[in-house]
Nanobody
């Protein structure tokens, strides 16, 4: 069982930056792949970024490549999402999720555990 708590969301102007954090409970955090997803009102959930167990590799959704960076600190049981050059279309509720298979895949169905989400609003 893994519990996830996101933080760091807020209101930011277009072109600005935010860093989201996700703190996880449990003793086996390093074995999980981790992902960030987002969902805006009236839209489907969208893959933002994923990182494999132990942080060997990362993957990003096309809309955020080159602007967002996912990282993890297994000593702190945490995963982060550094967001730069933010755009109004990045406005959404951002969720972190844990993939027990360790892949950090873009397929949301592979994730067993989800946080409550943190709201990011980008003003134009």
């Amino acid at each position: 069982q893994v519990e996830l708590v996101e933080s760091g969301g807020g209101l930011v102007q277009a072109g600005g930056s935010l860093r989201l954090s996700c703190a996880a409970s449990g003793h086996t955090f390093s074995t999980y792949g981790m992902g960030w997803f987002r969902q805006a009102p009236g839209k489907e959930r969208e893959f933002v970024g994923g990182i494999t167990r132990y942080g060997h590799s990362t993957d990003y959704g096309d809309s955020v490549k080159g602007r967002f960076t996912i990282s993890r600190d297994d000593a702190k049981n945490s995963v982060y999402l550094q967001m730069s050059s933010l755009k109004p279309e990045d406005t959404a509720n951002y969720y972190c999720a844990a993939d027990p298979m360790g892949w950090g895949t873009s397929d949301s169905r592979k994730y067993d555990y989800w946080g409550q989400g943190t709201q990011v609003t980008v003003s134009s």
